[in-house]
């Protein structure tokens, strides 16, 4: 994938979590990052947009940042319904392509 | 509230065709660009294609350009991703999904209210 994610993190219930999303100056260096959420069988589900912005019913318990080429999400007050898999996605204006990451695999223990 | 409703999915031969449906209802497509996203088993989301709001712009993935074809029919509110010479590494869940533009670029990236997905299996 052009964007890179870890395969999976994990932590307890109530703690707090981050998914990093490394990139290049072509995609998350220029250009502002989505996060998609995804059970299994199921649609992915847009959780974030614009790096930082949630859509109407997502709770704040999840935010999005950037820094450079990496973006990160940030979900605090884990709970096991949050338990899936998390992607990124951004437009890369050198490729003209979406770019994905590669997917993490969200453990609640 | 657009709510996206695919069909065409199938089982088929290595080099054959098929063409995907995604309908839209609650929200005329006029306007709005559409990705085309699939997911093969077990694996992450791979985007496909995309389709500018008038259908003047398309943009491909390398791996699809030239066998796959998207294009839109506003008057029936549905896309279409015609597929071609379709290989083993096609079989895939397919998604369609709308464009959110992001403040910088005028396309952006997937935004929510996927369809449900297409099953598409090629194999001999």
């Known amino acids: 994938s052009v964007l890179t994610q870890p395969p999976s993190v994990s932590a307890a219930p109530g703690q707090r979590v981050t998914i990093s999303c490394s990139g290049s100056?072509?995609?998350?260096?220029?250009?502002?990052v989505s996060w998609y959420q995804q059970f299994p069988g199921a649609a992915p589900k847009l959780l974030i947009y614009?790096?930082?912005s949630r859509p109407s019913g997502i709770p704040d318990r999840f935010s999005g940042s950037k820094s450079g080429t990496s973006a990160t999400l940030a979900i605090t007050g884990l709970q096991t319904a949050d338990e899936g898999d998390y992607f990124c996605?951004?437009?890369?204006?050198?490729?003209?392509?979406?770019?994905f990451g590669g997917g993490t695999k969200l453990t609640v223990l | 509230q657009l709510k996206l409703v695919q069909s065409g999915g199938d089982v088929v031969h290595p080099g054959r065709s098929l063409r995907l449906s995604c309908e839209a209802s609650?929200?005329?497509?006029?306007?709005?660009?559409f990705h085309w996203v699939r997911q093969a088993p077990g694996k992450g989301l791979e985007w496909v294609a995309f389709?500018?709001?008038?259908?003047?712009?398309?943009y491909y993935a390398d791996f699809v350009k030239g066998r796959f074809t998207v294009s839109r029919d506003d008057s029936k509110n549905t896309l279409y991703l015609q597929m071609d010479s379709l290989r083993v590494e096609d079989t895939a869940v397919y998604y369609c999904v709308k464009d959110l533009p992001t403040p910088r670029t005028r396309i952006g990236a997937p935004d929510d209210g996927w369809g449900q997905g297409a099953v598409v299996t090629v194999s001999s």
């Open positions: 389709i500018w709001y008038d259908g003047s712009e398309t």
């Open positions: 614009d790096t930082n």
């Open positions: 100056d072509s995609n998350i260096g220029y250009n502002f």
């Open positions: 996605g951004t437009w890369d204006r050198k490729l003209n392509v979406v770019v």
């Open positions: 609650g929200l005329t497509i006029f306007g709005y660009g």
